[in-house]
């Protein structure tokens, strides 16, 4: 694991950084979780909480999980134009806070560093799983190939950043790339619906 030793050695004496030492954690247990390996099959009980509790926190105690069932739905979910933009909007808010809140505690150039290895390790693994998925699956539409990398990797940032501010396991993006773990891919909020593949 040459990058993680890279990784600390680029960053300051994380022991002086708590929040960057979990950051530092986080990135080195990336390879344990399995992208997309539940995509089409029933969500269980700890994922429907984990997104319950992501709805809730986020503010949208009103939405309801539409499980997605192939990719084909996925592919009409992550195209869809009636996002709800003020799903996109509060997820945009709290990033802002966490970045200031990370800045807080810590440089602006250790935290980009931080979160551009995490995206540096993220990358390989995640593209590398939905290909083989995909791959598996017949799917062709390399467009929603790139649509579930990047809402992957767009996780792995968001959740980099809870620990960078040293905010607490129940942020919602905390729960939201907790779905993630579980293999599954939550898509978006579209009017009332959090789809989840």
Known sequence: MNDDIEFDDELPDIDDYPTLRSVVRFNKLLSSVPWFASVSEPLDTETLTAARGYM???GFPDAFVAEVEDWE???YAAANPEWNSNWWEAEEQLRMGLTASALELMGEEDLNLALT???ATASPLISNAVEAISEEMGVEDMELVRA???SALQACHQAALVLAAGEE?????ALKYKLFEHGHWPIAITGNSFNIF
């Open 56 to 58: 809730d926190a986020l």
């Open 73 to 75: 739905d996925a592919a």
């Open 117 to 119: 290895h995490v995206s």
């Open 148 to 150: 579930a990398v990047g």
């Open 169 to 173: 396991d129940d942020h919602p993006f």
